[in-house]
C-alpha cells in the first residue's frame, strides 16, 4: 500500500511488518475490528487468494499487481474497483449498507 501510494484511500489494514502475523491472521484482525460482516479480499498474488482462501472470504484478483496468474472476478485497474461492486451482485451489498447509513 506505501509502495503504490494508495494509503490515504483506506481506512483500516494490517501488515506482517506491525503484528508479525501471517496475512491470513491480519485478515482475520481486520475483519474483527470493523466488525466486516461480508468481506472480500482484493489481491495481486497467489499468496492473497491462498490467505483469502484461508479465512473463507471472496477474493477479487487485481490482474494490475504484481504477479500474473489466471483467475476470475478480476479487475484490471485500481479504478475499476467502484465498477466492480456497481454492476454485480454486490451492488446490492453496497445500495444496503449505503441506505443503513443513511437511514441509521
Same mark, same amino acid.
Given at each position: 500500500? $506505501?509502495?503504490?501510494? #494508495?494509503?490515504?484511500?483506506?481506512?483500516?489494514?494490517?501488515?506482517?511488518?506491525?503484528?508479525?502475523?501471517?496475512?491470513? %491472521?491480519? &485478515?482475520? #484482525?481486520? &475483519?474483527?475490528?470493523?466488525?466486516?460482516?461480508? =468481506?472480500?479480499?482484493?489481491?495481486?498474488? =497467489?499468496?492473497?487468494? %491462498?490467505?483469502?482462501?484461508?479465512?473463507?472470504?471472496?477474493? #477479487?484478483?487485481?490482474?494490475?499487481?504484481?504477479?500474473?496468474?489466471?483467475?476470475? =472476478?478480476?479487475?484490471?485497474?485500481?479504478?475499476?474497483?467502484?465498477? $466492480? $461492486?456497481?454492476?454485480?451482485?454486490?451492488?446490492? #451489498?453496497?445500495?444496503?449498507?449505503?441506505?443503513?447509513?443513511?437511514?441509521?
Amino acid at each position: 500500500m $506505501f509502495h503504490s501510494k #494508495l494509503k490515504n484511500y483506506f481506512k483500516e489494514w494490517e501488515s506482517h511488518g506491525r503484528t508479525g502475523l501471517s496475512k491470513s %491472521k491480519n &485478515i482475520e #484482525l481486520v &475483519i474483527k475490528r470493523n466488525q466486516i460482516k461480508k =468481506p472480500i479480499y482484493i489481491g495481486d498474488t =497467489p499468496g492473497d487468494l %491462498k490467505a483469502a482462501n484461508e479465512v473463507s472470504i471472496d477474493f #477479487l484478483y487485481a490482474s494490475y499487481g504484481f504477479q500474473t496468474f489466471d483467475f476470475n =472476478p478480476y479487475i484490471a485497474s485500481f479504478y475499476e474497483v467502484s465498477r $466492480f $461492486f456497481c454492476h454485480t451482485p454486490y451492488a446490492r #451489498l453496497v445500495e444496503r449498507y449505503n441506505r443503513r447509513k443513511e437511514y441509521g
